[in-house]
T-cell receptor
Framework: KAGVTQTPRYLIKTRGQQVTLSCSPI?????VSWYQQTPGQGLQFLFE???????NKGNFPGRFSGRQFSNSRSEMNVSTLELGDSALYLC?????????????FGQGTRLTVV | SQQGEEDPQALSIQEGENATMNCSYK?????LQWYRQNSGRGLVHLIL?????REKHSGRLRVTLDTSKKSSSLLITASRAADTASYFC?????????????FGSGTRLSIRP
């Protein structure tokens, strides 16, 4: 069974631009969560999608958004990029919503904003 | 905000020794999970322990959970160089219809040859 796939793996963007990251969950998993990891803030929860609906959201500005498609694939978008958005963005898929089952992570997308 | 806090922040031991990491959390939980991360890559799920369980084993890993103290520990026995990584505990919010997994700050484990 294929694992969680995130694309692209690396990305360099300029301040003010926008970026879209993609996550394909494990087949059969309906929940996709996104996390931002930085050296200073650690792993911060962004949002969770289940059955195409955003179920929970972390404390991030509205520049961070996401969506989930009918095949459970998810995208997250960051608009008007700032230097502080440079981070490793991780996607996790799980069978059920929330933390009731194991979450499996992709390798992440490393975003650098210059 | 972070639900779990790991202790110690960093740990360096000799290969073959046992490594113990602790995690404390703040609110009631349904379950607690431990993850490993190598050099800024994706997280690897190690073990999930439910709130009604006290101890769980998986290979060289042993996890305990004390809900009265809101704490958990991860023991890695007979450590190997490949165990060098950061270890995170993660908890979910209780009584939440839209719960989320909250990660601690992690313990950086280094195994000396």
């Amino acid at each position: 069974k294929a694992g969680v796939t995130q694309t692209p793996r690396y990305l360099i963007k300029t301040r003010g631009q926008q970026v879209t990251l993609s996550c394909s969950p494990i087949s059969g998993h309906r929940s996709v969560s996104w996390y931002q990891q930085t050296p200073g803030q650690g792993l911060q929860f962004l949002f969770e999608y289940f059955s195409e609906t955003q179920r929970n959201k972390g404390n991030f500005p509205g520049r961070f958004s996401g969506r989930q498609f009918s095949n459970s694939r998810s995208e997250m978008n960051v608009s008007t990029l700032e230097l502080g958005d440079s981070a490793l963005y991780l996607c996790a898929s799980s069978l059920l919503q929330g933390g009731n089952t194991e979450a499996f992570f992709g390798q992440g997308t490393r975003l650098t904003v210059v | 905000s972070q639900q779990g806090e790991e202790d110690p922040q960093a740990l360096s031991i000799q290969e073959g020794e046992n490594a113990t990491m602790n995690c404390s959390y703040k609110t009631s939980i349904n379950n607690l999970q431990w993850y490993r991360q190598n050099s800024g890559r994706g997280l690897v799920h190690l073990i999930l322990i439910r709130s009604n369980e006290r101890e769980k084993h998986s290979g060289r890993l042993r996890v305990t959970l004390d809900t009265s103290k809101k704490s958990s520990s991860l023991l890695i026995t007979a450590s190997r160089a490949a165990d060098t990584a950061s270890y995170f505990c993660a908890t979910d919010e209780f009584y939440s219809s839209a719960s989320k997994i909250i990660f601690g700050s992690g313990t950086r484990l280094s195994i000396r040859p």
